[in-house]
């Protein structure tokens, strides 16, 4: 009996020492996702809606897998449609468009980041962006000067119109709260001032910061690395795959990257994603980048 009972108490312990475990690994759990949920309702703040009765709705947007598709001429003869359209969330920058183009960039739109200076390009053909492609979700970014809701703000203003006209839109604004963040991460990684450097953050840097807002992996399609326009056999493509004969995409990084004032620093920018990516899920495909 007496070693039937130490075995039946050695089973207990045994049972009871796994439960504590269990429950300390649950409640590490339940601390990971209260704090990951609480980072991302502070990431939606960044982003407020734009409507007419001014309410204060924020962005609540949440993707497993998202595919963050460039802008770049390489993805022309990329034949990625396919793939990048099986994310759950397909994120697209300016007025960057899809229709001749799916079969390399795809064709669904989930999350478009936009600037002030692309707006009045969506504008003059909104029946496409605002009616037919109702289901897609724009967020919008600029300086005061053009997005401030005082009645002073002309970008603001003509988005205003649009959600009136379009009431089912959904139309978000990065508040300037917002900006002053991004300016802040910038230096944090950089280690420089924005303004003292004359430099603007480009559309694909806001875009970044809000995928890591809403995604919980990102893959993103055409972008090259920061050392690729420094390299012999760098490819002569576009900056843009819908502007076949406008500037090269590496003429124009060189350009932003040197210049004194009003500029953007797409390179430096670069380099910094490369370092999220040792911090989070991303990766980067046609091209790859070297891990």
Known sequence: WSLSWQVQTLRWLCLLSLSLALLVWFGHVIRWVSRKAALRRTGFKRYMRITPGRKHEFLDVHCNQCALVSSSGQMLSAGLGEEIDKNQCVIRMNNAPTVGYEQDV??????????????PLLVKNELYYFHRAADTTYVFWGPDRNMRQDGKGPIFNALLKIAKKYPDVRLYAVTSEAIQYCDQVFQKE??????????????????MILALDVCDSIQVYGMIDDNHCTRDNHSQ???HYYERNGTKEC??????EHIKRGGHRFITEKSIYAKWATQHKIAFKHPEWAS
């Open 106 to 119: 795809g064709s669904r739109t989930s999350l478009r980041v936009v600037s002030h200076t692309s707006v």
């Open 251 to 256: 003429r124009m990084y060189r350009v932003h």
């Open 237 to 239: 493509v576009p900056y």
């Open 190 to 207: 950089t280690g420089k001032n924005r303004m003292q450097t004359g430099a603007f953050l480009s559309t694909g840097f806001f875009t």
